[in-house]
């Protein structure tokens, strides 16, 4: 099925997105069928163009009020005309101007301000000059601009949104002659619309900032000669140089030189890392002080800049819980409201003969109080700052519907290598035997190793260089499969290999058994080095724990994260050292990737919301069994991005902690903006009840409601103060 975009303009809000689902969704074959991008105004549907095409699509949308186009894709979209930038400014500061003239002009004509200001508040006296009415009428108008089709639109097919009810009390406003009172509703509805606009603007801003860090020229290697091209023209294999202090346009591997690169805007990872030869580098990192020769790995539009950005714009069509109940009770409250309002309005009167007009104005009141603005903008606003704020740290979540998640987690399981170790073995003791020395075991061992690529041989020469070992390429070099190799070092016979073939060799003698046993009880892999006649040491060698594991682990636990878990295929004693020195619950060893998902399954039944921590790619099947798949490795690895619901850019597992903090004050925020916003709506009802409201004085406040929650939703866009972990 084709997927087919659209820019739809003043996409700001959910309210739009659900008056779009219910006139848009039946056209084409459901609200399924649609999803939605707050970030870039982008509505995506899913349906066959042979059964919907795009003219359909746009009439439909027109039909809710707003008005789309085909989408054209750019880096950010932007609004291309002036009046689609400042439109809504305009309008909302010509509406305060003109209110603000009628106001005074009616004083003036009045006689006195004091005598234009009611015992009641605000309330203008009967007999309001034309001039001010046609004032108040062009302010009303101003205001409501926006807010007109969008009603329209609703009262045609019977769903009343918070549009609506903006325009049934305006116009019963100006319909019992409070002016001012319908211009200033007019006023006010437009600049909290504005705020809120303002808000997803603020947030993809910020999404944008991800983006500096790409520069728009790459100097291409052609001939000898420098040649400057826009980076999208860069064809992969390329080389193109990167001069120390600037930014790198492309993902690729570093063909000559050597430099420190600043990586946080892809990994958040502070400090430099050192680049040489054969090394991967990323589109919007920084270059250190040496000049590098890269060659292009990936197109401009496919590099791990260019994703991050995409997943996180297109995160906000997976939307958290939260967003989920709040448009299942704005459908709801909506009508209720309603339908409450005209209870007010009819029931008093009849019952009781009360004034038709006091309680025309009460139900008034109720619709502008409960419109349902504050309570829609409070989610949306804080999951797209907490998202964004996560890519900021290297963290990048693949929608809303993740974001709350890691803050319920109640058990963790890792994989080992790669996740909790360094996926990589070294060598960590030296034990010279029979009067070797260190130098002589490691120069053998490194000469017999030269040109394997296995990976305890390249441990072994990384050790050799380290330590500044010179070795030979050992001669009559001979493997022998699954046991060792031997050759000739010095025109001597040597042999290299396992426990097992020094023990077929007969050569292990009782202390030398129980030094292997002992090591290897410890979790290390063992190569033993000897001649014919005597074994010249061990070396012992061993995937080492990241160095922010032991802590991370710790942090989990002070998080109260109930049970951490390893499932690992590797033997029980190397995955049993590693877990004790971490300080995790519980070891999984000798797993199949099927094993590890029945051991995932356990966890789920048990905790119920369980997090795995994998590669992304063998762990795959474990990711998708557990509750939230957090993929390690993600630079590098589109699989991972693509697996996982959540991926640690910097492979940095302390980012966890991090991630579990940082969704229990976006969980917070979410729940403090609901419950003001509702607080505010229960309050004014009371008020509305015994006359205590007015029309003005109700907007303001929901106008205030949704100033707090905006606020108080973009300060997830900072780390703000948080306790040591």
């Known amino acids: 099925m084709k997927q087919r975009d659209f820019h739809i303009q003043g996409l700001d809000c959910a309210e739009e997105v659900m008056a779009l689902k219910r006139v848009v969704g039946p056209r084409v074959g459901g609200e399924d069928n649609l999803a939605f991008d707050i970030l870039q105004g982008k509505m995506t549907v899913l349906a066959d163009p042979q059964q919907v095409s795009d003219d359909q699509v746009l009439q439909a949308v027109r039909g809710s009020g707003l008005r789309g186009e085909p989408w054209v894709e750019t880096a950010m979209r932007q609004p291309s005309r002036f009046w689609q930038r400042r439109g809504r400014f305009i309008l909302a500061i010509a509406s305060g101007v003109l209110l603000l003239l009628a106001l005074t002009l009616h004083a003036v004509l009045a006689g006195s301000l004091l005598r234009t200001l009611s015992a009641e508040g605000i309330g203008l006296p009967e007999g309001v000059p034309l001039a001010s009415v046609v004032l108040y009428l062009l302010s009303t108008v101003a205001g409501a601009w926006y807010i007109f089709p969008k009603a329209w639109a609703a009262l045609k097919s019977l769903r009343p949104d918070m549009n609506l009810l903006m325009m049934i009390a305006v116009t019963g406003a100006m319909l019992i002659g409070e002016w001012f009172e319908a211009a200033t509703v007019a006023f006010l509805f437009s600049v909290a619309l504005l705020l809120e606009s303002w808000s997803v603007g603020r947030a993809r801003r910020a999404v944008e900032s991800l983006l500096e860090g790409a520069p728009s020229v790459a100097r291409l290697k052609r001939d000898g000669q420098e040649v400057e091209v826009d980076p999208q023209q860069v064809e992969v294999d390329a080389v193109f140089v990167v001069r120390p202090g600037e930014k790198f346009p492309l993902d690729g591997e570093v063909v000559t030189g050597h430099s420190g690169v600043n990586q946080a805007p892809i990994t958040g990872e502070s400090v430099p890392v050192a680049k040489q030869p054969g090394d991967a580098v990323y589109a919007g990192t920084i270059n250190g002080d ?26 906000q069509s997976r939307r958290a819980p939260s967003e989920q109940w709040v448009e299942k009770f704005a459908r709801v409250y909506t009508p209720a409201v309603l339908a409450l309002a005209l209870v007010i309005f ?27 603005c504050a309570l829609v903008i409070s989610t949306p606003v804080s999951i797209v700052a907490a998202l964004t704020r996560s890519a900021n740290q290297g963290v990048l979540v693949k929608g809303g519907l993740f974001m709350e998640a890691p803050a319920q987690l109640k058990a963790i399981a890792f994989d080992k290598t790669g996740t909790l170790t360094e996926g990589r073995p070294r060598v960590t003791q030296l034990i010279p035997l029979d ?11 490194a000469a017999l190793e030269a040109g394997s690529n296995h990976p305890l041989a390249q441990a072994v020469l990384a050790e050799a260089k380290r330590r500044g070992v010179a070795h030979p390429t050992a001669e009559a070099h001979q493997t022998i499969p699954g046991k060792g190799v031997t050759g000739r070092v010095d025109g001597k016979s040597y042999w290299l290999g396992s426990h097992r073939y020094a023990e077929e060799r007969g050569q292990e003698t009782p202390q030398v058994h129980e030094q292997l046993e002992a090591l290897s009880d410890a979790g290390h892999s063992i190569v033993v080095v000897g001649t014919d006649d005597h074994i010249c040491g061990l070396i012992a060698l061993a995937d080492r724990p990241r160095p922010e594991a032991r802590e991370a682990i710790a942090a989990l636990h002070r998080l109260g994260v109930q049970h951490i878990a390893m499932l690992t295929g590797d033997n029980y004693a190397t995955a049993r050292a590693i877990a004790d020195e971490l300080g995790i ?35 795959a099947p474990a990711l998708a069994a557990a509750s939230l798949g957090i993929a390690m490795g993600a630079v590098g690895s589109d699989v991972a991005i693509e697996t996982a619901d959540i991926a640690l850019m910097a492979d940095d597992v302390a980012k966890l902690p991090w991630l579990i903090a940082h969704a229990r004050r976006t969980l917070n925020i979410i729940r403090q903006n609901i419950a003001l916003s509702l607080a505010i709506k229960v309050m004014f009802v009371f008020l509305t009840l015994f006359g205590l409201a007015t029309l003005w004085a109700a907007i303001a406040a929901d106008m205030g409601a949704s100033l707090a929650v905006i606020f108080n939703g973009l300060r997830l866009l900072r780390e703000g103060h948080t306790r040591k972990l």
């Open 585 to 619: 619950d519980q070891v999984h060893a000798e797993l199949l990737p099927e094993d590890k998902v029945v051991a995932v399954e356990r966890l789920v039944k048990q905790y119920h919301r369980v997090a795995m921590v994998g590669d992304g790619v063998n762990d």
């Open 290 to 315: 040496g000049l590098l020769e890269v060659r292009s790995t990936k197109p401009a539009d496919q590099t791990t800049l260019s994703n991050i950005i995409r997943l996180v714009t297109q995160a």
């Open 346 to 372: 009819l029931v008093p009167p009849l019952l009781t003969d009360g004034a038709w007009s006091e309680w025309f104005y009460r139900a008034l009141v109720l619709l502008v109080i409960a419109c349902p």
């Open 435 to 445: 009067g070797h020395s260190d130098g002589d075991l490691l120069m053998r061992a």
